[in-house]
């Protein structure tokens, strides 16, 4: 196989997962904004419908992105998929709880009876989502579900370098002439 073949075959391969990342992304922020929604018009606070929301949608997202967009199969590496996971979930679901506050404080002064709010502060939960769709998609490219440790396949290199240093060093000492 050529290089331009395999650099081909690697470009469709990242569009079919940028494409099933996107598709599982629109049905998470659909549940997502559904939960938001219904939570906020029965009169549950921004911040207890934005986790409330965020759960409903993560928990698809996950599967859907760990299956389909990146067919990781098999067993679950818990510290780089459940964990990193968590902790990217978490610092969106503060953004997303923070953007929902704001932008209640803001629509106060708006009937309520219209529906503007609801639509407006539900708007500003997804507009979080958008804003951090890509960086979202690198996080999950290059780390969660790479298949493999950064951080172990950097320990292993180091110390595969350093046995090849004491390796070269041990034989050019052996082949010294007296």
Request: charged residues 15%; positive net charge.
């Amino acid at each position: 196989m050529t290089l331009g073949k395999l650099d081909e075959l690697r470009r469709s391969a990242l569009a079919g997962r940028i494409t099933r990342y996107t598709l599982g992304s629109v049905i998470a922020a659909a549940t997502s904004a559904v939960v938001f929604a219904l939570l906020y018009v029965l009169g549950v606070g921004t911040a207890l419908c934005s986790v409330c929301a965020f759960v409903a949608g993560a928990i698809p997202n996950w599967i859907l992105n760990r299956r389909w967009a990146w067919k990781v199969q098999g067993k679950i590496a818990v510290g780089r998929e459940i964990v990193a996971y968590i902790i990217v979930s978490a610092l969106t679901l503060l953004a997303t709880a923070e953007a929902t506050a704001w932008t209640q404080k803001q629509v106060q002064s708006l009937p309520a009876h219209q529906g503007i709010r609801v639509a407006l502060v539900t708007a500003s939960y997804l507009a979080v989502f958008a804003i951090l769709f890509v960086a979202r998609f690198a996080v999950y490219e290059f780390w969660i579900f790479s298949g493999r440790s950064r951080v172990r396949a950097g320990l292993r290199s180091r110390r595969a370098a350093l046995r090849s240093r004491r390796q070269v060093w041990s034989a050019a000492r052996a082949n010294r002439t007296p």
